[in-house]
């Protein structure tokens, strides 16, 4: 899922607080990201790297819970992380994790806000503008 060529996300802060600021700023790419990824590949979590780079595109990937991994090697960063994509509702939920620039992870599962779009709501809006700038 790209961003319309007009739109940029904000830089990724080091704080909770600035973490939801710019999720919930971002909410429908993040929400139609994660619809995305849950409709093709199943329960899962968007991965925020902001050591990527500064394009959307090469910063957001969506890693589905059941990738195959060496063994012994743990699905999530953390049992929080993995209760989290487990027992999220991918209708009106999505679980995203932020890896930090200081090594650390931080992992949200996140509601829906009042009068956003739902996930499934999202993704549809935004192939909506995709196809509308593709015909333009």
Do not use: C
């Not at 830089?11 to 971002?26: G, N, Y």
């Not at 093709?40 to 902001?50: D, F, L, M, Q």
């Not at 939920?93 to 956003?116: C, F, M």
């Amino acid at each position: 899922m790209s961003l319309p060529n007009d739109q940029s996300p904000p830089e990724v802060e080091e704080k909770r607080e600035d973490h939801l600021k710019f999720l919930f700023h971002s909410w429908d790419l993040v929400a139609a990201a994660a619809w995305e990824g849950y409709t093709s590949e199943g329960r899962g979590a968007i991965v925020i790297n902001p050591k990527e780079g500064s394009q959307w595109t090469n910063s957001v990937v969506y890693i589905p819970d059941d990738r195959p991994r060496p063994p012994g090697v743990p699905a999530w960063p953390d049992p929080e992380v993995e209760e989290m994509v487990r027992g999220y509702d991918p209708e009106r939920e999505v679980v995203v994790i932020i890896l930090r620039l200081d090594g650390d992870v931080s992992g949200y599962k996140l509601p829906t806000p009042n009068r956003a779009h739902t996930p499934p709501a999202a993704f549809a809006a935004l192939q909506r503008l995709s196809e509308q700038e593709h015909q333009a």
